[in-house]
């Protein structure tokens, strides 16, 4: 299985200031027909979770551009430009390229200082 | 819009049985592979089980497989999850969610509590 690991799990933000997040999986997570199966979801406390960026670095509509992703084989980041008020609770990082198992980071929690 | 609505979450006793339903709504449910995600009180997400657009190939996380079943009708745009043999660790927040990286787009439904407890 490939784990998914985050850092860091705690992630204290002033409003304004950027904010990044790692994601290293155990393995490289290029697919055999060249696509790069890596995720990120942002959930909101008492919310479910919502995808923010697929295959690496693919903004999902609606989703603010100060949100970006990149990477490759194993090490992969998200970033926050400039944090607002709305972007506490906890990112995931998730693969589906060597499934199953889907895997999931264990979350970093994103809070305002 | 696009909805998903999870229904038949309840409280158990350990080794019972409880089958979820997943109503999708505003989108071509038969062109997306299906699943269920879990998240325990306080916890990370984890991935329970894939079904394709047809239904002709599935998946499980191992610590189900055995007692878990996915399935689907896509004339009613509806995905069960029938889990037999529960025990205390199956306690979670259940969801079912679209397929992973389609870029059409990728939706989570509100999610129905399980929990399995004497």
């Known amino acids: 299985d490939v784990v998914m690991t985050q850092s860091p799990l705690s992630l204290p933000v002033t409003l304004g200031q950027p904010a990044s997040i790692s994601c290293r999986p155990s393995?490289?997570?290029?697919?055999?027909?060249?696509?790069?199966?890596l995720n990120w979801f942002h959930q909101r406390p008492g919310q479910s979770p919502r995808r923010l960026i697929y295959?690496?670095?693919n903004r999902d509509s609606g989703v603010p551009d100060r949100f970006s992703g990149s990477g490759s084989g194993t090490d992969f980041t998200l970033k926050i430009s400039r944090v607002e008020a709305e972007d506490v609770g906890v990112y995931y990082c998730?693969?589906?390229?060597?499934?199953?198992?889907?895997?999931f980071g264990q979350g970093t929690r994103l809070e305002i200082k | 819009e696009v909805q998903l609505v999870e229904s038949g979450g309840a409280l158990v006793q350990p080794g019972g049985s409880l089958r979820l339903s997943c109503v999708a709504s505003?989108?071509?449910?038969?062109?997306?592979?299906m699943s269920w995600v879990r998240q325990a009180p306080g916890k990370g997400l984890e991935w329970v089980a894939n079904?394709?657009?047809?239904?002709?190939?599935?998946f499980y996380v191992d610590s189900v497989k055995g007692r878990f079943t996915i399935s689907r009708d896509n004339a009613k745009n509806l995905v069960d999850l029938q889990m037999n043999g529960l025990r205390a660790e199956d306690t979670a927040v259940y969801y079912c969610?679209?397929?992973?990286?389609?870029?059409?787009?990728?939706?989570w439904g509100q999610g129905t509590l399980v929990t399995v407890s004497s």
């Open positions: 295959k690496v670095s």
């Open positions: 505003g989108f071509t449910f038969s062109t997306y592979w």
């Open positions: 393995q490289s997570l290029v697919h055999s027909d060249g696509n790069t199966y």
């Open positions: 998730m693969q589906n390229t060597h499934w199953p198992p889907i895997t």
């Open positions: 079904i394709k657009e047809d239904g002709n190939a599935i």
């Open positions: 969610a679209t397929t992973w990286s389609d870029p059409r787009g990728h939706y």
